[in-house]
């Protein structure tokens, strides 16, 4: 993936199923974020003045789908959905895509390393990412 791009950006992936509200996100080993974990001095921040262009949700989106091999067309960009973590290396957004498939496309994201989970199966993570899902949940769950 390209590195500039990934430098300041990372992705979570969930599916939710609103037969059976069923929230899964997409986990990769010890990691929700693709295509690297947060660094070690990440901490929450507030958006930053004047974003820069190395942010833009819709690159961030078509290169990880063009890379990943994943179908565009069975995932999206949630806009509404919005993080942001300082760094020593500088300003990290974090964005959200959701899959739209009837079931979490579990065969699309093996290729990657990754595997669908419950947040109950989240543990061990690190307190970052949890408090990420919890939002990322919350949202969902709240019509979001």
Known sequence: MSNTLFDHNRLISCHFDSYSTALVFARYGSTILAPAPLP???????????MAEHHAPSAVFEDFAQRSGLDPAKMRLDDGFEAWMSSDSGMIR???????????PAEAIEPLGGKFKPISEMRGLPMIELNLMRRIFDRIMSGG
């Open 40 to 50: 070690e001095s990440a901490a929450p921040a507030d958006e930053p003045d004047g």
């Open 94 to 104: 974090v964005h959200l895509i959701r899959f739209t498939t009837l079931d979490a």
